[in-house]
């Protein structure tokens, strides 16, 4: 039996708003991060989900689409977590509610 | 054809110039300097090989000149420029007499400045002249030309103000570099207005093609007001680099450099380049009559208020420069009328006598020990006998005796103001008696100088010696020049009009172009009232000034009186233009700058007042605020799904 492409899309948004959740309620800012690394990859499932619906050529380019974010997505992590190091150096916390040198 | 490369002669002074710098820095450790001898023989080579290479160059050279493109040099959109050599008989005759006399009057420096302590230095700014000189002449488009152009201000700059422990030589120096500043300005101005038409149009070779080509005519009457206006501006540059009015001041001052200088760069060479430009654009002020009388009354005025100005000086190298000043004015006038080829005729010729009277000049000043007043002079005929040989030929050749070269140049420049057009008879009239005044003031300095007594103490006249063989030489030369160049084109010779067949090729179809009024006047007449001119002239110089007492002087040397008023005349007329602009930039400083720093003020207040209340708005916490700002994102989706977009 064919995979019906709705399912991808409903497993895609359980992901995303599982992701999205989490970073926004978790204070721990480890937590937060792995949210939105869960959110990210739930669109790009999104992304191939949609391109098994087109015909065989045109679907390449929502597969290539997710390569790119993934790969943007491993320099994004990179750069978060060594911004996190240098946060904790300062502020001796994961948590992320203490960050409020935002105020003006 | 086999040639040598046009690149080769600007580089030889730029070797010179790089040698000489670096063994003026090595020295500048030492007590006693790098060896006279070396710097000078390097010195002399450098230029003597440009000159050979010219001759060599000049020699193969087709009719319609050689073009070599080097590389480009700008390409940024529809601006192209690229930097290229142009020889032709034009910049042929000008780099002849630009590197020959330049080679003659450096191996003069070598005797002149014999220990001073900036020797090679000296060396060095001259060999930098020669090559800015050079580019100047030698290049095929205006943007290069304007390179020399700064090169030879800035050279001038630095050896007028090369004795510079002396604060006033550095003012000196410091007023001709603002003064042409002015004219430079006009130059670039001018440039861009041509460039406005097109980028092509600066190259000089495509300028004469564009305005000479028939099917262009129509094009180039819709385009004329804009040529006008870059004529005009070319001019303004032409009138700062050539000392001519407004922009006259700064030449009497610059003879506060050494005397070699003088007659090289403020005589011979830098100071006729507005000659140069004026006939290498000859294609476009022949378009232009309007610009063409104002070229020819700003010469009238200029020849005629210099020679006037040339009475009064006491100094001797400040009448030389008054007197370059209005020879100068000749040429203008000349190329006013659309002769172009007499006008660079005079040019040629100028730099003969004149370098050969400056170069006497400071042969004298040598002699005197640095005394340059000539009431403080006299009787020098017996004392230094060539000095004064080469004084009086040149001095013949400036006052236009028949024979001599100044006699052959200016009546062709006489002559072709008469028969100009309606304003001839007047122009003509004008410049006769200019040549009379030119004779009085010339023969007064001559007078003053080599005859009756010694008017100096008696201690400084036991030193009086004649110069060393080193300057001798070039002065000699030179006198042979003003004696003999004249037959080039002497007018009254039929056949012998050399110089005419070798300019006719650039500037022969612009001239035909002007149209002359067809008056027919014999030569001869003119010749006659020439020599008359001349003679008139040196009759009252000397009846005037041979048997008057001579006022001793007060300390300077500045004229007093009534000539005073001549020849401060337009440092007061500078001066009430810069208390102008004072006053402009008061009003500037304290009334607009006060209203723009308002502005700002309003400005910056409303931004800090905006941000203040933006950062109100700021939650402390991260997760806050990426729940508000996931709230926003949902309801913009919303109002996209509802309304079909924000608007």
Not at chain 2, 25 to 50: D, H, M, N, Q, R
Not at chain 2, 152 to 165: H, K, M, Q, R
Not at chain 2, 357 to 385: C, N, S, W, Y
Not at chain 2, 495 to 520: I, K, R
Request: hydrophobic content about 55%.
């Amino acid at each position: 039996m064919e995979l019906q492409a709705v399912y991808v899309q409903i497993l895609a948004l359980i992901l995303f708003v599982i992701g999205l959740l989490t970073a926004i309620s978790r204070r721990n800012v480890f937590f937060v991060l792995m949210g939105v690394e869960l959110a990210l990859n739930a669109v790009n499932l999104s992304l191939i989900g949609f391109s098994k619906t087109l015909p065989g050529d045109l679907s390449v380019a929502g597969q290539i689409v997710p390569l790119f974010t993934i790969a943007v997505a491993a320099a994004e992590a990179c750069v978060g977590l060594a911004m996190v190091i240098l946060i904790f150096r300062n502020q001796e916390s994961v948590d992320s509610d203490n960050y409020s040198g935002m105020k003006g | 054809m086999t040639n040598l490369p046009l690149w080769l002669i600007p580089l030889f002074p730029l070797i010179g110039t790089v040698v000489l710098a670096a063994i003026s820095l090595a020295s500048t450790g030492s007590k006693k300097g790098a060896s006279e001898g070396i710097v000078g023989g390097l010195a002399v080579l450098f230029p003597l090989l440009a000159f050979v290479s010219t001759v060599v160059i000049g020699w193969n050279m087709p009719t319609q000149g050689v073009q070599e493109t080097l590389g480009t040099w700008i390409d940024i959109g529809s601006f192209k420029a690229s930097f290229g050599f142009l020889f032709d008989s034009l910049s042929r005759i000008m780099l002849l007499f630009v590197t020959g006399i330049g080679t003659l009057i450096t191996l003069y420096s070598t005797g002149y400045m014999h220990g001073d302590r900036g020797f090679a230095r000296f060396f060095a700014y001259i060999n930098l002249f020669l090559f800015s000189m050079i580019v100047l002449v030698l290049s095929d488009s205006l943007l290069l030309t304007f390179l020399g152009w700064e090169g030879v201000g800035l050279c001038s700059y630095l050896l007028i103000g090369f004795w510079n422990a002396d604060v006033s030589n550095c003012k000196a120096a410091n007023k001709a570099f603002i003064v042409n500043r002015v004219g430079d300005l006009g130059f670039i101005l001018g440039m861009i207005t041509l460039a406005m038409v097109s980028s092509d149009l600066l190259s000089y070779r495509e300028l004469s093609a564009f305005l000479r080509d028939a099917a262009n005519v129509e094009l180039v009457n819709i385009l004329l007001p804009i040529f006008a206006m870059a004529g005009l501006l070319f001019f303004i540059g032409c009138t700062g680099k050539s000392a001519q009015i407004p922009l006259l001041t700064w030449l009497p001052d610059a003879m506060a450099g050494p005397t070699p200088v003088s007659a090289l760069i403020h005589a011979a060479t830098m100071v006729t380049s507005g000659v140069y430009l004026l006939a290498r654009l000859s294609d476009l002020y022949v378009l232009l009559p309007g610009v063409m009388t104002v070229v020819v009354l700003i010469g009238l005025l200029t020849a005629f208020w210099a020679a006037v100005a040339g009475l009064f000086q006491n100094d001797i190298k400040k009448v030389l420069a008054y007197s370059t000043i209005s020879q100068l004015g000749y040429m203008f006038m000349a190329a006013g009328v659309a002769a172009f080829d007499v006008s660079i005729f005079h040019v040629f010729t100028h730099a003969f006598f004149k370098a050969a009277l400056f170069l006497g000049a400071g042969a004298v000043i040598h002699a005197l020990a640095g005394e340059q007043d000539m009431r403080k002079m006299g009787g020098m005929l017996k004392k230094t006998p060539v000095t004064a040989c080469v004084m009086i030929f040149a001095f013949l050749a400036i006052i236009g005796f028949p024979g001599f070269a100044g006699f052959w140049s200016k009546d062709l420049i006489l002559e072709r103001l008469y028969v100009s057009g309606p304003m001839g008879p007047f122009l003509y009239m004008m410049a006769l008696l200019t040549a009379v005044i030119t004779a009085i003031y010339m023969g007064r300095l001559m007078v003053l100088t080599f005859f009756g007594k010694y008017r100096g103490g008696e201690e400084s006249e036991k030193h009086i010696h004649e110069a060393p063989a080193s300057m001798l030489i070039p002065m000699v030369i030179l006198s042979l020049g003003s004696i003999f160049a004249g037959f080039l084109w002497a007018g009254l010779i039929p056949g012998a009009n050399l110089f005419e067949q070798t300019l006719a090729p650039v500037v022969g179809q612009a001239q035909a172009a002007f149209g002359h009024a067809s008056v027919h006047v014999s030569p001869w007449l003119f010749a006659v009232l020439g020599t008359i001119a001349a003679v008139v002239g040196m009759a009252v110089a000397w009846k005037l000034f041979a048997n008057r007492r001579i006022p001793l002087p007060k300390g300077s040397s500045a004229p007093e009186g009534f000539g005073a008023t001549w020849t401060f005349c337009f440092d007061k007329i500078h001066g009430i233009v810069i208390s102008a602009f004072r006053v402009l930039a008061w009003v500037a400083e304290n009334v607009v700058n006060r209203f723009v720093m308002m502005l700002q003020w309003l400005v910056g207040g409303l931004g800090e007042l905006l941000g203040d209340f933006a950062s109100g708005l700021q939650v402390a916490k991260v997760r806050l605020q990426m729940a508000l700002s996931l709230v926003g994102v949902i309801a913009l989706v919303l109002i996209v799904l509802v309304y079909g977009g924000l608007l």
